[in-house]
């Protein structure tokens, strides 16, 4: 079976068609761009019927030689939580596409050159959840860079070159940190057995808890800018109001799950003792984001630095929930990621709308939308609503989930986080009330609703985020079994549920 | 007293005396063959002496011989990966070369003078850049091959000859490139002396000038201890130089401004590559057993090297210099193979070097595209929006500046991997962390420039693109190619390495 490397190449083969297609005829281009990320989609989705839940091992798992001289292969593989991010971001791939139909117009570049590193960079995500081999990981991880620096610093609008080496710097600097720390891991592989990466192979290693603790940092220091973690987020903000809506989404909604995803899969696997070791300063760290994106956010005047600060609490619950160390908080962490890129999608692709439509990005520009374009608001408040966790809507169960992980054995880091959905309610209220409700605007009166495209492109992510507000069990059954993996791999067990009764 | 008649292993030397021959008859060339025909002529008997020279190497890969020429050279896998390696950078430079736009029409005439600018109007362009090309290259094969400090000696003195006068041959900018082969040749001649009075004390510790005695009397430790410590110290001196690290480095930027860019391309990849070749030899064989005499002191050199290579590379205005100072950078990541003092940093060192010397060439041939009526444009100001002019020519440079900074998918990356990797297997950790740290500095100038290409819009100032030449195309294509072939499928490069990849002594 070679399934992810089939599903790896069809985005690189849609690129080269899209490279193919004539210069002149851009709506053939997207047409191409958004039928290869369809396919993938469906190839996705084909794949993740296919999965067996309750197998807790690997799946899919193919391995081919690719540098045997430092012990390093092309190998991939998922469990339940790696194929739940692949589904999330093969899902909003062509969504963004027809989100984004004319995104690329304001580029420095072609619209071509926009779609082949859309696809490019799709591929990577792919790849970066599937890698079972920690130097294809850090190979496509560090890769992944390379596209979304051009997509931010071609595509985006403002002081867009700025935010993009912003992004780029902090992202390599975490980048060589890693490095260092996977230098370190391929000698002492060496040292015990053989050179190897085999993510499996190198959880056994022993090692002094000193070489442990640094190597660990060497990782979660990378993890946390790509996630990000206060205090290291302050490139996000930038990148996010630089950016296309579209890229947005694919940098806050796939790429910085990376950053969360490596902290299970390689920060808690390859150093399960200096993870436990760091886990009180990182939940304060988490706690800390959870409060400061929600205070910044509502302080915020422009649309898009709003929605980066509120991501940058969700993140923050996100994290919590991982170093909680219980199942319930791991399951509601790997849920989180799921249902906040469909929530943050929602939040800048209608965000996006407004902004193009208005021309300004600033929340006070808008106001009275409601009644001008009814659809639009609608969605915007349904966006809006999911990211502050309303009940019904999908984010509400992950963050119920986290907070009562978190609650079972750190109470009073649940408790402050807690704050972290009344400030939610607040940011999120207040532009609703600004820019949806109230007497319309000056200027805002002959905007237009949303069209057919547009609607197709936002329907099936509202959808989503309300189906499984309701009913998340066919994901939690995926990613239980794996959550409760690694919770048992680390030596953790659930502490019992205490009640007030006792 | 006997006269023994010497005997070489003329197969083994081959490559050489094939470059040696092909210089010769270049001389004859620029001498007899009329002016229309020199050009040509010099060019097909430079690659053809290059590319069988190549093919020498290639049929003597596995061969191992302590004799060939009396005990002067050694012949081993090593020396051939070296001496492959100096040929292939070695053809893609002289691709550039070729490009006579870059030379003085008359070296010999004084800057400006009225007989410059005869031979210029009448197209009497000399054309002796190519067999001095040859001479130095000759020289560069016989430098990583040296089994003895005077042969080590004249092959530094051949190469750099030779390279001191191509220094100065640029036709642009006269004064400067003059200034810039003085520099090269006083500093060099400097640096030479040292080299001398480190041989002289190691002789004294050792009574041998062969490695293989040197190291016994190493092993042996009977010696004058102090006699060994500054013997390896000037000697270090002249070998530091040569790969221009910290705190003798000073020549670099101002001689990679000043010289005609394809030399510049030619003088910082292949002596690179040579230089180290040098040095890896003998202190692998020669020095090993001092490990703790000189490890300490090169482990300084190497981070202050990358450290102040890297910082001092931001504050660059002119792509050149940001070269020569990235260049410097480099000498201290390579310092660490040294450092490694094992098969792994060896083969990390042999691959470094080749990635790199490729990844350089192919870096200043974009260099010398880029000009305005007044020849090269080399001020960064001036490369803005090159993106938007000449998409492919900025996207070939940005590959290369990636690979200098060492990002996945291209050689820069497994080189940086596999030479830290082999530091940090014998312990040392400061240069692995201080080179971590310094490629995060380094990459922010190399971004810099990635940003001034693609993401500033153009000036109107009469910078124009070239439209590359073919012979440029091909070297930067192959440069490329390689680059990118390197990243992503190192494999049958590096087992062939870590097949050949041990000295004999």
Redesign the interface.
Known sequence: MNSLTLLMLLPIIGSIAVAATPKANETLTKQVALATTVVVAVATIAMAVNFERDNVDLQFVEKY??????GINFALGIDGMALVLILMSTVLAPIVVLAGWNEAHGG??SVKVFYVLILVLETMMIGVFAATDVFLF???F??M??PVY?LI??YGTGQ??AA??KF??YS??GG??M??S???L??MS?NQGGHTFDLAALSQLQMSSTTQNFLFLGFFIAFAIKAPLWPLHTWLPDAAESATPGTSVLLLGVLDKVGTFGMIRYCLTLFPDASKTFTPMILVLAVISIVYGAFLAIGQRDLKRLIAFTSISHFGFITMGIFAMTSQGHSGAVLYMFNHGFSTAALFLVGGWMISRRGSSTIADFGGLQRVTPVMAWSFFLAGMSSLALPGMSSFVSEFLVLVGTFTRYPVHAVIATFGIVLAALYILIPVQKALHGPTTPGNENLSDLNLREKIAIAPVIAIIIALGFYPAPLLKVINPASAHVIAQMGFTDPAPTNGDK | MEFVAPVLNYTLLSPMLILLGGALIGVLVEAFVSKALRPITQLSITLGSLVLALVQVWRIRNEQSMTAAMGSVIIDGPAVLMQASIIIISIISVFLIADTEHFTALAAALPGSDEERHALQTGNQVTEVYPLTLFAVAGMLLFPISSDLITLFVALEMLSLPLYLMAGLSRRRRLASQEAALKYFLLGAFSSAFFLFGAAFLYGYSSSITFAGIRNAVVGGAGNDVFLLIGIAFLSVGLLFKVGAFPFHAWSPDVYQGAPTPVTAFMAAATKVAAFGAMLRIFYTSFANAQWSWSPMLVVIAIVTMLFGSLVAIAQRDVKRMLAYSSIAHAGFLLSGVIALNKAGL?ASIFYLFAYGVATVGGFAIVTLVRDSAGEVTDLNRWKGL??RS?WVATAFAIFL?SF?G???TSG??GK??I??AA??NGATSV??AG??S??IA??FY??VI?LM???DPVEDGTSVEIPSGLTSIAVIFSLVITIALGVF??PV??FI?DLATFIR
């Open positions: 030689s690719w540098i045997p001289s430092f420095r570049w850090y190979v496509i560090e890769a860079l390379i051009f610093g071609g867009r070159s993009a080496v780029l710097i390599l600097f060589l940190l490095l260092a996977i230098i370190a391929h000698v060496g | 083969e993106g938007k998409p990636l900074a990002i996945p998918l990356f497994i991997f596999a830290f990797s940090y297997e692995v962390i971590v740290l490629s995060a990459a922010f971004i810099r940003v693609f993401f500033t190192p494999a590096l087992n870590s």
